[in-house]
């Protein structure tokens, strides 16, 4: 018998369940070169297994790119650790200025995944039914505006402030510098904001836009 075959007879590899073996499987291929073109065979050949063991254990390639994109993503917050935001810790505005640059690395490392999967909407509506794979389900939006939160309780910012909003904004600040880049083809290591920008944004969401109140 051939290991291929070996391979897929087999209930388990390297201590991991057949379906988590071929999640695994493509979550590297992702991790390696995107989603792209990315196809059952590739992926089967990477599980070494034989093309149709995957839909024995998935309803298709569609829901078994949206795990290993689901794993990807938690693999990549995994080796950046956690929001480098702690209340009443540092000032507000160097904290912001940590979650911003580590928002825009989280982007920049699974953002490019994404964007090779705009041809394939199914996959990216599956991804999105299930829980969202940072901050442990609870998203970055809503990390972010819990960090602000527990400032603003700590009474660090104002009493008015709306944490919500802030946290939209840097996460809309992250998609706009990396996702349109990704989209005209630039490498992801390519991708940066100056600091200027960041402290810019940061002046910004500390102070507000509206004109100074006069006497």
Excluded: W
Excluded at 7 to 27: C, K, M, P, T
Excluded at 56 to 65: D, I, P
């Amino acid at each position: 018998m051939s290991p291929r075959k070996a391979a897929a007879l087999r209930d388990g590899v390297d201590g991991l369940s057949l379906r988590e073996h071929l999640i695994a499987s493509a979550e590297r291929l992702i991790a390696r070169r995107g989603t792209a073109g990315l196809t059952v065979r590739d992926i089967a050949r990477e599980a070494r297994v034989a093309d149709g063991v995957l839909y024995n254990h998935f309803e298709g390639k569609e829901e078994l790119l949206a795990l290993a994109l689901h794993a990807h993503v938690r693999t990549v917050e995994r080796e950046l650790g956690e929001l480098p935001a702690r209340p009443g810790e540092g000032t507000v505005a160097e904290n912001l200025r940590a979650s911003i640059a580590y928002g825009l690395a989280l982007h920049v490392a699974f953002l490019p995944a994404f964007a090779g999967l705009l041809p394939q909407p199914e996959v990216l509506a599956r991804f999105a039914a299930l829980p969202n794979p940072l901050g442990g389900g609870r998203g970055l939006p809503k990390l972010l505006s819990d960090y602000l939160y527990a400032e603003r309780d700590l009474g660090r910012l104002s009493p008015d402030a709306d944490p919500e909003a802030a946290a939209t904004m840097i996460v809309g600040v992250c998609h706009e510098l990396v996702l349109p880049r990704l989209l005209q083809g630039a490498p992801p290591d390519a991708i940066e904001a100056s600091p200027g920008r960041i402290d810019a944004l940061v002046a910004t969401i500390m102070n507000g836009i509206a004109p100074a109140a006069t006497a």
